[in-house]
């Protein structure tokens, strides 16, 4: 577990832009300063510095000054793991962000909330989501990015 030493470290060697989630290397990182900083680790999430601390909860510790509990998380609420704009994070139970990912089709490429419509109502995409423990049908859309914002909202 890395402790706030560890997250205090970075956060006073980089400058983060809210707005667009990245990370730069500021003076206090001489070797670096100006350049962007972090790398994309193999499960697919932005890490910084040697302690790999993982950057969405960086970005959290930096506006909000606290590190996450036990059981908590930080989900990012449009599925993309890269995309760190604080307006993005969420700080909710490892619980509820399961319940959140279990809908994510991997395979079919679709965006998280949105699963083929196989019964042919006539419109191609179904929009669902996982609120207080239950799945919610969020109704038909014509394209994945429709029943996406479907989601993205019922979510939120």
Not at 22 to 49: M, P, Q
Not at 84 to 104: M, Y
Request: charged share 30%.
């Amino acid at each position: 577990m890395k402790s706030e030493a560890d997250y205090r470290k970075i956060s006073e060697a980089v400058d983060y832009d809210r707005l667009t989630g990245e990370f730069c290397w500021n003076s206090k990182h001489r070797t670096h300063k100006g350049k962007r900083a972090g790398s994309v680790n193999r499960d697919g999430y932005l890490v910084i510095g040697r302690k790999s601390l993982m950057a969405h909860r960086l970005a959290w510790f930096i506006c909000y000054g606290e590190l996450l509990s036990e059981g908590e998380t930080i989900d990012h609420l449009n599925g993309v793991k890269t995309d760190n704009r604080i307006e993005n994070l969420e700080k909710v139970s490892v619980r509820e962000n399961t319940s959140r990912r279990s809908l994510a089709v991997k395979t079919s490429g679709l965006p998280l909330g949105v699963i083929n419509n196989v019964k042919g109502r006539g419109k191609d995409y179904r929009a669902r989501a996982v609120i207080d423990g239950k799945l919610r049908h969020l109704g038909y859309y014509d394209t994945p990015e429709q029943a996406h914002q479907a989601y993205l909202e019922a979510i939120s």
